[in-house]
């Protein structure tokens, strides 16, 4: 039983990364209502159960990625507060706790309660913290490829190398290759494209896609700051000349030293993938008119259980995370 209405979200996160389910009860257990939350069959997902008496239905949620619904169990009917989007999980738990303590703590009623968090959460929700999950995902698996490099090369070929952030065309520009690194917390291995050039090889160089999974990690995961300060420490101990243009291109990226709390690690062995194996847009099968007329794209590609045409350089084998 937990002692009040606030889980912390390391207790949560040791159940998701082990893809267990489990129930925090948040209300005495004679109290009305039950309130509980919830981690979902398998460890996939985040829900707040709260007790409705037989006149109440659950509030209606005009959020779209947060859905209200009604679910019975051990006799009682309840509301069921889960989201759509699992990359806000950890935003989505904070909401949860303000839900719950508002009931709890302060008597409110779930509709009330739910309202008064949207209100003060709204200004929050619609504008995401300095990186996003994703863009925070893409940087954890650059600085791990970094870690590949510098292990091949040295820690300063890793820095002048990581060229992303510069606004070039690929994420490392090595002495014999171009390297492309992607990094998702889905179960297949679907990625973002941008532009018709991010999948195009260079006359002369080989370009190489780096498909990275990623997972919610428990306790045995690696936060993001994590990530960041062990590549700094690595730079500042072995290519300290580098550090100053290391941190400008942390900068660059948009990262922030803010509070960090959400551990990941890799769900699979990363897949290696060369230029010709890729599925992507060529812009010669576009007439001159589209070409003239279109001036970005976008799409997503899956790589799931695609395998290279040729083997890949060992060194970009040894994936880690810092």
């Known amino acids: 039983m937990n002692d009040g209405p606030h889980v912390p979200w390391s207790e949560v996160e040791y159940f998701l990364g082990r893809e ?10 004679s109290a009305h209502p039950q309130v509980s939350y919830v981690v979902g069959h398998g ?21 779209p990625t947060i859905r209200i619904d009604q679910i019975a169990e051990r006799g009682m009917r309840l509301a069921r507060i889960s989201t759509t989007e699992i990359t806000l999980m950890r935003d989505f738990h904070d909401m949860l706790t303000a839900v719950a303590d508002r009931i709890v703590t302060h008597g409110r009623t779930l509709d009330q ?11 929050l929700l619609s504008r995401p913290r300095g990186l996003d999950t994703q863009k925070r995902l893409g940087l954890m698996g650059e600085l791990g490829a970094m870690c590949s490099v510098a292990a091949a090369y040295d820690w300063s070929t890793a820095v002048l190398s990581w060229t992303g952030p510069e606004g070039e065309e690929h994420d490392f520009g090595l002495p014999e290759l171009d390297l492309e690194v992607k990094t998702t917390a889905t179960e297949n291995r679907r990625h973002t494209i941008h532009g018709f050039g991010q999948l195009e090889a260079k006359p002369g160089r080989p370009l190489w896609l780096m498909s990275i999974q990623l997972t919610r990690g428990g306790t045995a ?16 101990e072995h290519a300290p000349v580098m550090l100053d243009r290391l941190d400008r291109k942390l900068t660059a990226v948009g990262w922030t030293d ?65």
């Not at 309660?113 to 200004?123: D, H, I, L, Y």
């Not at 990530?227 to 690595?234: L, T």
């Open 20 to 29: 267990q389910a489990t129930t925090f009860p948040l209300s005495a257990r």
């Open 43 to 63: 460890g996939r997902d985040i829900a707040l159960h709260v007790e409705l008496d037989r006149r109440h239905r659950p509030p209606r949620s005009t959020l």
């Open 113 to 123: 309660a739910f309202a008064e968090t949207v209100r003060g959460w709204s200004a």
């Open 221 to 236: 995961g690696r936060t993001l700051a994590e990530c960041v300060q062990s590549v700094r420490s690595a730079v500042g």
């Open 258 to 322: 803010a509070p960090d709390d959400e551990r990941w690690s890799l769900r699979s062995t990363p897949a290696l993938l060369d230029s010709p194996a890729l599925p992507r847009l060529d812009p010669s099968d576009l007439t001159d008119f589209v070409r003239e007329r279109i001036s970005g794209v976008q799409y997503v590609i899956d790589v799931t259980g695609l395998v290279s045409t040729v083997a890949p350089p060992p060194f970009l084998s040894k994936f880690r995370l810092p």
